[in-house]
């Protein structure tokens, strides 16, 4: 099943940057950019839509309508939806604040090694895609395996990351030298190297978010975020004021590694022990023997 999801992923992202970039070239005017655009997304929803009707079809053998159900939906995917909003918005918040406070060059200096190093996201997203559900189905199967679950994903993520995060922060100025020259990368080195270590922290966090979201409360990760805008908003300002661009770098940096700290300590509060996981496998093996 996740095979399929992800070729329809894939599939959909190089469409998603291909497809406007074919109209852009083809017609030329930002209608046909935004329709493309429009259309992808269209086709990604029956791509959906065709892989629930042919991998799980009881899905709609049961076509009535339960409205008790429509409330618990609506309350999970509305903090989803919050936490959607704020996060890019924050996100976004810092670069808009140093064209603000420094100028449109600065800007250049600080959004060009973090759109490069965010990238780095696309792996936890992808372990994720597949935590999120096995998270789900341990909680409600076997909590014994949920901790197991967890700690997988978790050593996949920072088994992963922790050596590119070391490669771009030791190559951080020579390797934007090599491509942007000598002046970029004097003026953007020290905020790709803090970007980079706040990427490890922030995918790290994005674990311990799966289990909190697979547990039914992802209102959670949405009263954080609220809680953190209030108070991220001037700290950016005094650093990037204090700092410049490397001042928005550590602001980032700071916002991740306390949002990852609270989510980590939330989630082992909820997470069964390990002794409870050593002793519910314990009786697991009993009872199968």
Request: proline fraction near 4%; charge should be positive.
């Amino acid at each position: 099943m996740f095979g399929w999801i992800s070729i329809v992923r894939t599939a959909t992202g190089v469409l998603t940057f291909a497809g406007p970039l074919a109209a852009a070239r083809l017609w030329g005017s930002l209608p046909a950019v935004v329709f493309t655009v429009a259309a992808v997304r269209l086709v990604w929803l029956i791509a959906q839509l065709a892989l629930c009707l042919w991998l799980t079809p009881d899905l709609f053998s049961d076509r009535r309508i339960r409205l008790r159900t429509v409330g618990p939906l609506f309350r999970f995917g509305g903090w989803l939806t919050i936490s959607g909003l704020i996060s890019p918005l924050m996100v976004s918040m810092d670069r808009i604040l140093v064209g603000v406070f420094l100028s449109m060059t600065s800007v250049a200096y600080y959004a060009t090694p973090f759109e490069v190093i965010t990238k780095l996201k696309v792996i936890p997203a992808a372990i994720t895609a597949v935590l999120f559900p096995a998270l789900s189905a341990s909680l409600a199967t076997d909590r014994a395996g949920a901790r197991r679950v967890f700690m997988a994903g978790l050593a996949a993520i920072v088994g992963i990351l922790a050596p590119l995060t070391a490669i771009a922060v030791v190559f951080a100025r020579p390797g934007l030298r090599l491509w942007l020259g000598e002046e970029f990368a004097s003026h953007g080195y020290r905020a790709l190297q803090w970007l980079a270590i706040g990427v490890l922290i922030n995918s790290a966090a994005d674990a311990a978010g799966s289990f909190i979201h697979a547990s039914g409360r992802p209102d959670v990760s949405a009263k954080l975020h609220m809680i953190e805008f209030v108070l991220y908003v001037p700290l950016v300002c005094w650093l990037i004021q204090a700092l410049g661009i490397e001042g928005a770098a550590l602001a980032w940096v700071i916002r991740v590694t306390v949002d990852s700290a609270l989510l980590f300590w939330i989630a082992g509060r909820w997470m069964p022990a390990w002794e409870s996981v050593s002793r519910e496998a314990v009786d697991a093996t009993s009872v199968s023997r």
